[in-house]
């Protein structure tokens, strides 16, 4: 599996940002597991596709902007794709570059922010930046 794999254009549009005002109208994808076929529904109709014994997975996660655009020192444009946050400073991140960055190179971020590239960990990069990542 390759990382390209996963690289696909997704409008704006199609992102929620916020909540449903009325929970209820929330889509649902279902998948007919036999025959694999996928159909598109509303959250109300669920309870149409629950068996007993069926088990479900509450998801509370949130959706962090993890895509990031700057400059390395030289001016190389790069876009950051963070995977992972480590700590209140530091991320393991996907970089697209033309040349990768160097462990102790500068990275400035477009609207602000620098980060320091700390090591690379296989495909991925450790970086850390100078302000904190998330309010953990």
Do not use: C, W
Request: charged fraction near 25%; aromatic fraction near 6%.
């Amino acid at each position: 599996m390759r990382v390209a794999d996963f690289t696909f254009e997704l409008p704006d549009s199609l992102i929620a940002r916020h909540p449903l005002a009325e929970r209820r109208s929330s889509r649902l994808l279902t998948l007919d597991g036999p025959t694999g076929a996928l159909a598109h529904r509303q959250f109300t109709d669920l309870l149409e596709h629950l068996r007993p014994g069926d088990l479900m997975v509450f998801n509370n996660t949130r959706v962090i902007p993890a895509r990031l655009f700057g400059q390395k020192a030289s001016g190389g444009k790069l876009e950051i794709l963070v995977e992972r946050v480590l700590d209140s400073h530091r991320v393991l991140a996907h970089v697209r570059s033309s040349k990768s960055p160097k462990p102790g190179s500068s990275i400035l971020i477009d609207g602000g922010g620098e980060a320091e590239m700390v090591a690379r960990h296989d495909a991925l990069f450790e970086l850390r930046f100078a302000e904190e990542v998330l309010p953990l």
